[in-house]
Nanobody
């Protein structure tokens, strides 16, 4: 069983930056692929970025490509989402998710989920 806890959310002005962290407990994250999803009010939860267990393969949604960077520090059991040039449309609750499958996953079919962290971008 893997427990995931997100942190780093908050209120930021448009154009600003935030770094989200997804910390794991219970088991090491080193054998798990991880993704970040987000859900805005009244909208579906959607993929933002994903990273393979090794970190060699990443995926970004078109809406964040070039602005967000996903990375992982396996010894620290943590995955990060660096978010730059934030826009009001990035406002959402951000969730990290993990499972032990191969590659990167873009769907919601991850086995483990965190509770989410709110990101609010003001214009």
């Amino acid at each position: 069983q893997v427990q995931l806890v997100e942190s780093g959310g908050g209120l930021v002005q448009a154009g600003g930056s935030l770094r989200l962290s997804c910390a794991a407990s219970g088991r090491t994250l080193s054998g798990y692929r991880v993704a970040w999803f987000r859900q805005a009010p009244g909208k579906e939860r959607v993929i933002v970025a994903a990273i393979s267990w090794s970190g060699d393969t990443t995926y970004y949604a078109e809406t964040v490509k070039g602005r967000f960077t996903i990375s992982r520090d396996n010894p620290k059991n943590t995955v990060y989402l660096q978010m730059n040039s934030l826009k009001p449309e990035d406002t959402a609750v951000y969730y990290c998710a993990a499972d032990s499958r191969v590659g990167v996953g873009k769907s919601l079919s991850y086995d483990y989920w965190g509770q989410g962290t709110q990101v609010t971008v003001s214009s």
